[in-house]
């Protein structure tokens, strides 16, 4: 059973090492490697941002597994909120990504009542393609998303 927190400040370096991933540079529409200092910037105005939820994934040895970050849009999208999720090199293909989605979106969507929440999965990620959908997300769409063929799946309240 996997049990989550909202990450802190002081998670920043884990993220960094998360986000720069060779697998999920690879399946992030910007596939550079992200600067240190950026992240580092960007990561603070998360952490600081009530529109941002970042849940950071534990396993039964406590160990950090994997995170899933929703973030809810404003202006013309007001309503709507966009998740992403990675998981730690070592810990994947143990089936926790379905598990950390459910956890993650059930959360969110109990404190944003009326949210949809939106999902950008590259068509050739089908790993996660297929943990989406174990975690209730429907397929809404099959497009070019920057250049990228993606599914773009929902999940709503």
Do not use: C
């Not at 927190?5 to 370096?13: G, H, I, P, S």
């Not at 966009?82 to 989605?101: N, P, T």
């Amino acid at each position: 059973m996997l049990r989550f927190r909202l990450a802190e400040l002081n998670d920043a370096d884990l993220y960094y090492r998360w986000s720069n991933e060779k697998q999920t540079r690879q399946n992030s529409y910007n596939q550079d490697v992200i600067p240190y200092e950026s992240h580092i910037k960007w990561f603070e105005e998360r952490i600081r941002s009530d529109d941002a939820y970042m849940y950071l994934f534990l396993n039964e040895q406590d160990i950090a597994i994997g995170q899933v970050r929703i973030e809810r849009s404003k202006g013309p999208d007001a309503g709507m909120a966009v998740i992403g999720l990675s998981v730690d090199s070592e810990q994947r293909g143990k089936a926790y990504s379905a598990e950390m989605l459910q956890i993650a979106t059930a959360d969110f969507l109990s404190k944003n009542a009326g949210y949809s929440i939106h999902a950008y999965v590259f068509v050739s990620n089908e790993a996660s393609y297929k943990s989406f959908l174990r975690a209730g997300y429907k397929l809404i769409e099959k497009k070019l998303e920057k250049g990228i063929l993606s599914y773009i799946l929902e999940k709503k309240s």
